[in-house]
């Protein structure tokens, strides 16, 4: 690739971060891997008057169920209230967002296709659902591999006879992203200097506290990682409400500023530091 062509390789890349609403500033040296999966679920068809067996729908749901089990699980880890949704930055028992693994059904899918319509009379012979899931660095990628594995053999109710359920990992938004493990940067100063020059900058000559997190979504410096290049995600504001992709997405104007001089000084001590 281009970046692994250039003369001396890359140090550091800098890439997003998000706003901090503490004093200190987030630094993120990972990400969780964003899985997008298939699920299939088939079975016998028929009238829908009748009592039919391990139906696909039937399947679909009982996986689903157990999707949804895993998901509390791992919600319960961030000690939310009842009602609270989780923000990108939630912290609750020394843990944050990306901490954890989120799983999401974002569709479903069954029906016998009637015209513009679907035949409200007819048992469908296939259901489908997809998967959104974001694996922590703290979940290998082969343990959410192997509970999907295990969902969907307890939930195929007669393969033998074409009652059964699979899954199929499709990538990124339907292609682009093959990535299927893990790919953080170190942030032992000693195996990686460059983050104890990070560091140096932010906490010795600037004064400020940084905490080091997992990204609970999915930037481009995953790619980098991938590489091999060491990446950290950045955003200088502190104080500040997390508002990305909200609606009336902002920050103050002194925070702005502040987040220009911080990144002055920061790509300055960077940019003098020579590595032993």
Request: proline share 5%.
């Amino acid at each position: 690739t281009v970046y692994q062509s250039l003369p001396n390789g890359i140090a550091l890349a800098l890439d997003e971060g998000l706003a901090s609403t503490t004093n200190s500033f987030d630094v993120f040296y990972g990400e969780r891997l964003p899985w997008w999966i298939d699920v299939t679920a088939t079975g016998p068809t028929g009238h829908g008057s009748r009592f039919i067996d391990n139906t696909a729908v039937e399947q679909l749901v009982e996986l689903s169920k157990k999707a949804l089990a895993f998901r509390q699980g791992q919600r319960d880890m961030l000690n939310m209230t009842e009602h609270e949704n989780c923000t990108h930055a939630v912290a609750r028992k020394n843990k944050t967002l990306g901490d954890v693994t989120s799983l999401n059904i974002t569709t479903l899918q069954a029906g016998v296709r009637a015209g513009n319509t679907f035949a409200y009379n007819c048992v469908p012979p296939i259901a489908k659902c997809s998967l959104d899931i974001r694996i922590s660095p703290h979940m290998q990628p082969k343990e959410m591999k192997g509970l999907l594995d295990l969902w969907c053999r307890e939930c195929s109710k007669d393969p033998e006879n074409g009652s059964q359920v699979s899954w199929k990992y499709i990538g990124e938004a339907g292609g682009g992203n093959d990535l299927q493990e893990h790919a953080t940067t170190n942030t032992d100063r000693n195996m990686n200097p460059w983050y104890g020059a990070f560091c140096d900058a932010l906490e010795t000559d600037m004064g400020c506290t940084i905490v080091p997190q997992v990204f609970p979504a999915a930037t481009d410096s995953r790619f980098l990682r991938a590489l091999g290049i060491r990446a950290l995600g950045f955003s200088p504001m502190r104080n500040t409400e997390i508002m990305l992709h909200e609606n009336d997405e902002y920050i103050p104007e002194e925070t702005f500023l502040e987040g220009i001089g911080v990144y002055a000084k920061l790509l300055h001590k960077l940019g003098s530091f020579k590595e032993e």
